[in-house]
């Protein structure tokens, strides 16, 4: 079983950069698919950016070139690298462990309580 924390998470102002992590503990992080996803208030919570087991990612076309995810499995860690921040980037990020299904859908298997991002000048 595993479980996540976020952190780096503050305030920024627009134009700016923050990396988050995303430490997991328990056995077999490298199995997971490690995704970020976000919640701003009012909106339902999105996917950010996925990296599989085999460091295979994905982003949202609203941080394509702007974010960046990657994964340390000797630290059991994922981090995302977010620059050019923008006000509409404000949200509650969150980190996910999830297993793959087989047909490209993932079966969540842990959630963090989330780190909040704010960017305002």
């Known amino acids: 079983q595993v479980q996540v924390v976020e952190s780096g998470g503050g305030l920024v102002q627009p134009g700016g950069s923050l990396r988050l992590s995303c430490a997991a503990s328990?056995?077999?992080?490298?199995?997971?698919?490690m995704g970020w996803y976000r919640q701003a208030p009012g909106k339902q919570r999105e996917l950010v950016a996925r990296?599989?087991?085999?460091?295979?990612?994905i982003y949202a076309d609203s941080v394509k070139g702007r974010f960046t995810i990657s994964r340390d499995n000797a630290k059991k860690t994922v981090y995302l690298q977010m620059n050019s921040l923008k006000p509409e980037d404000t949200a509650v990020y969150f980190c996910?462990?999830?297993?793959?299904?087989?047909?490209?859908?993932?079966?969540?298997?842990?959630w963090g309580q989330g780190t909040q991002v704010t960017v305002s000048s």
């Open positions: 996910n462990a999830a297993l793959p299904l087989g047909n490209g859908d993932y079966s969540a298997r842990a």
């Open positions: 328990g056995s077999d992080f490298s199995i997971y698919a």
């Open positions: 990296v599989t087991r085999v460091g295979s990612t």
